[in-house]
Each structure stands twice: as structure tokens, then as C-alpha cells.
């Protein structure tokens, strides 16, 4: 079973940036996509940005043109890189991947944009 590990927790000013960093415990040799879901105070989970193995990017509007998903396949990483950050973008973030028609998450990280 693949496992994902994200990087941790954080705090961070409205207008900010960070990148997130999730790895996971082996290669992928089969198509795959890797991303992002997060998840709201009372909210449902919902997409954030995906990537997959081909290079196919995939965006909720409300990120697109401040988040972007990229990936370093030796690594088995993908990054989120975020800007311009927003307190609507506090969250638990999700690490997700799409392999093997099989959904593996890792555990969520804490974000909170916040002055």
C-alpha cells in the first residue's frame, strides 16, 4: 500500500506564499495522478489542484492563476506551491493520489492564513 507524508502544519499573513510537499513510499510505474484536496471548517472536502503523470493539470477556479501543482518523479513528490493566499484558503490540505483505480490520501495538514 502506497502511503503519502505531507509536510507539516503552518501559519501564514494573507498575500503570502508557501509550498507544501507531499512523498510517497514508492514509485509509480503505472499512469497516475497526484494532488491536493483540502477541507474547510464545515465545509465538505473539495479540489484543489492535481497533476497527472502525463503532466495534466487539473484546478478548482477558486486557486487558479494563485496555486500550482508540480511534481519531481524521482522523488515521488508532489508540491504545492501556493500564492497570494487568502483566509478562505484556511484548511486541512490533503495529499491525494489516483493509482491503480485505488485513492490513497495522506493524514491532512493544518493551514491557516491569517494576519
Known amino acids: 500500500q502506497v502511503q503519502l507524508v505531507e509536510s507539516g502544519g503552518v501559519l501564514v499573513q494573507p498575500g503570502g506564499s508557501l509550498k507544501r510537499s507531499c512523498v510517497a513510499s514508492?514509485?509509480?510505474?503505472?499512469?497516475?495522478?497526484m494532488g491536493w484536496y483540502r477541507q474547510a471548517p464545515g465545509k465538505q472536502r473539495e479540489l484543489v489542484g492535481t497533476m497527472s503523470s502525463g503532466g495534466t493539470t487539473n484546478y478548482a477556479d477558486s486557486v487558479k492563476g494563485r496555486f500550482t501543482v508540480s511534481r519531481d518523479n524521482a522523488k515521488n513528490t508532489v508540491y504545492l506551491q501556493m500564492n497570494s493566499l487568502k483566509p478562505e484558503d484556511t484548511a486541512v490540505y490533503y495529499c491525494?493520489?489516483?493509482?491503480?483505480?485505488?485513492?490513497?490520501w495522506g493524514q491532512g495538514t493544518q493551514v491557516t492564513v491569517s494576519s
Open positions: 491525494n493520489l489516483l493509482y491503480g483505480s485505488r485513492n490513497y
Open positions: 514508492q514509485r509509480m510505474l503505472r499512469v497516475n495522478t
